[in-house]
T-cell receptor
Framework: EPEVTQTPSHQVTQMGQEVILRCVPI?????FYWYRQILGQKVEFLVS????????KSEIFDDQFSVERPDGSNFTLKIRSTKLEDSAMYFC??????????????FGNGTRLTVT | AQRVTQPEKLLSVFKGAPVELKCNYS??????LFWYVQYSRQRLQLLLR??SRESIKGFTADLNKGETSFHLKKPFAQEEDSAMYYC??????????FGPGTRLSVLP
């Protein structure tokens, strides 16, 4: 069964540095998402992406965040200047267009980001 | 605004006992509801969705629009059911809203 893949599995960075988290969604999916989960807290929506543009974003997704689909397969999340509070597990997800109302999200394994 | 609540952070049951994980939502329209499960150190996986009306791994969930609930049930819990369970809502748009999750611990 096809899966969403994320790299790296763990990223450690210093405060103020830029990080790029990478995702390869399932190949025939058209909607892409980033969620994050701070340790011990709920899964929070960051952004959704469709047709090469952001379709929805949350309050968390401020100017420090950006997403890109640089080629036909990768979907990246960039944090320009990381803060301690950005430390979290970041999940990429994708979704097919078929039966949009009930097509589920398919998640990757996540990237654990640790900002020191 | 859409909101999903799961009142129990932790639920412990003995193996073979029935289990019910509660989920309530607030949304004015007709949402699509899902249950996701996250086993230790693994990704979030779809467990079931209300529109399918199916039973997965012995779990079922019925959408009760009057009570705005989508509780997850299993008549006989197994140790391998121990995991985090998240209820999620989609309003036929693009965003999914997740509840805070309930950690189910099935004791031997």
């Amino acid at each position: 069964e096809p899966e969403v893949t994320q790299t790296p599995s763990h990223q450690v960075t210093q405060m103020g540095q830029e990080v790029i988290l990478r995702c390869v969604p399932i190949s025939n999916h058209l909607y892409f998402y980033w969620y994050r989960q701070i340790l011990g807290q709920k899964v929070e929506f960051l952004v959704s992406f469709y047709n090469n543009e952001i379709s929805e974003k949350s309050e968390i997704f401020d100017d420090q965040f950006s997403v890109e689909r640089p080629d036909g397969s990768n979907f990246t999340l960039k944090i320009r200047s990381t803060k301690l509070e950005d430390s979290a597990m970041y999940f990429c997800a994708s979704r097919s267009l078929e039966g949009l109302g009930n097509s589920p999200l398919h998640f990757g394994n996540g990237t654990r980001l640790t900002v020191t | 605004a859409q909101r999903v609540t799961q009142p129990e952070k932790l639920l412990s049951v003995f193996k073979g006992a029935p289990v019910e994980l509660k989920c309530n939502y607030s949304y004015s329209g007709s949402p699509e509801l899902f249950w996701y499960v996250q086993y230790s150190r693994q990704r979030l996986q779809l467990l079931l969705r209300h529109i399918s009306r199916e039973s997965i791994k012995g779990f079922t969930a019925d959408l009760n629009k009057g009570e705005t609930s989508f509780h997850l049930k299993k008549p006989f819990a197994q140790e391998e059911d121990s995991a985090m369970y998240y209820c999620a809502l989609n309003n036929y748009g693009q965003n999914f809203v997740f509840g805070p999750g309930t950690r189910l611990s099935v004791l031997p």
